[in-house]
């Protein structure tokens, strides 16, 4: 069995971005909005290379919102992707969802981990979910992994009720705590 990384996508991957309509600090909603957090790319492979499969489990409910148009989230993926130059992350799985949609995947439901459990083999009692609020901590726990919480400043008021099993300042911190210690 493998042993896998999933890692939420804003606030962990890339920054967040503060908008002034809706006055907060939210995801990318245009690709020229897409900044990487600092240390991701060397993080994402020296996970690689110490034989994690990575994951991306991320909400996007922006388009449903009418905040920004799925193309442009589309836009905004191409671009991390242009950004992350070929970082080893074996697959995204996005829920364009709204809460009140009630679907199966969005977060904190586990159903994309135990989807990506399935195909690829994974052993989840080994396996890391790493985010930057509660939601992201409960969708681990729940699909039995262990739980690293990112203590992200801009998204500071989304955590505080989970306990995550470690605190990390950045993805680059996680890594060398859990992967590379
Ligand atoms: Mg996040
Ligand atoms: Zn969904």
């Not at 790319?41 to 020296?46: C, D, I, K, M, S």
């Not at 993926?77 to 070929?86: F, I, N, S, V």
């Amino acid at each position: 069995m493998n042993k896998a990384l999933f890692l939420d996508r804003d606030g962990v991957l890339n920054e967040l971005v503060y908008y002034a309509d809706t006055d907060s600090r939210d995801a990318p909603r245009h690709p020229d909005d897409v900044q990487l957090r600092p240390g991701v790319r060397q993080a994402l492979r020296t996970a690689s290379d110490h034989g994690w499969l990575i994951f991306v489990i991320s909400n996007q409910p922006d388009a449903a919102k009418k905040k920004t148009t799925r193309a442009a989230l589309d836009a905004v993926h191409a671009r991390l992707l242009d950004e992350l130059q070929g970082a080893p992350i074996a697959e995204f799985f996005y829920c364009f969802h709204r809460s009140e949609d009630r679907c199966v995947c969005r977060k904190p439901k586990p159903f994309f981990v135990l989807e990506a459990a399935k195909k690829y083999d994974l052993d989840l009692t080994q396996s890391w979910f790493v985010g930057d609020v509660d939601t992201d901590m409960e969708c681990g726990r729940r699909a039995g992994c262990r739980t690293a919480l990112l203590e992200y400043e801009p998204s500071a008021s989304k955590r505080g009720r989970e306990r995550p099993d470690l605190v990390c300042r950045d993805l680059d911190h996680f890594v060398r705590s859990v992967v590379t210690s």
